[in-house]
């Protein structure tokens, strides 16, 4: 259902007989959690599971370290009540979703990198979901990736989530094909130091290449 409990609707959706949220205030926006644990309960065993979990994008960014552009590093905020109230309610589009993908992959049978000799770590949970993420690390400095400058970025990060004008959509588009040719970055299920991936793929082709074999 698409129906959000907050004042955009005035009741649940209601299908035989019942009745239905959206799930996005439970963290469900990325439902695999969900997914994952209805198939054991009905009797799947782990390791005839394998999972498929497109997102629609996040962003990424460091919170210090040396950086060719300011708009490469997270701003930090002055603390107030209508700030810290605007962070709570935006943990549902990104926090809750993103702890589920690696809870479905323990659930799943997964290895950690404290258990393995090789990292990343594979995984039968394959995450597509592109980064709105500058390249390097701390130590080397961040920088622009491929086909970005500080213009695009910077409207990319500050984009709505509810984008409509044809410049916006453009510049999505545009976007998605840049990471489709691995020259931005995929989500991992886990990212550890300067978001080094840990469990999971770093890029695109990697990942499908990865569910193709699945």
């Known amino acids: 259902s698409t129906n959000a409990p907050i004042e955009y609707f005035d009741e649940p959706a209601n299908i035989d007989g019942v009745q239905y949220w959206d799930g996005g205030l439970t963290g469900y926006n990325n439902p695999v959690l969900a997914a994952t644990t209805e198939a054991i309960a009905e009797g799947w065993a782990r390791g005839q599971l394998a999972v498929l979990s497109i997102g629609t994008g996040n962003t990424m960014l460091p919170l210090g370290g040396k950086t060719e552009s300011p708009v490469l590093i997270k701003q930090k905020q002055i603390s107030s009540l209508t700030n810290d109230l605007q962070k709570i309610s935006t943990t549902i589009l990104a926090d809750p979703p993103d702890a589920h993908s690696f809870l ?20 039968n949970v394959i995450r597509l979901n592109p980064l709105i993420q500058p390249d390097g690390d701390s ?76």
């Open 104 to 123: 479905a992959h323990v659930m799943l049978g997964g290895a950690l990198p404290a258990n393995s000799q090789e990292c990343p770590v594979g995984t």
């Open 139 to 214: 130590v080397n400095g961040w920088k622009f990736p491929d086909g970005f400058d500080a213009s695009k970025f910077d409207r990319l990060v500050k984009l709505d989530m509810a984008a409509v004008k044809q410049d916006d959509v453009d510049l999505i588009v545009s976007f998605c094909d840049l990471w489709m040719k691995d020259k931005i970055h995929n989500q991992p299920i886990r990212a550890g130091k300067d978001f080094t991936c840990e469990i999971g793929f770093s890029k695109f082709l990697e990942a499908v290449a990865a569910w193709n074999l699945m």
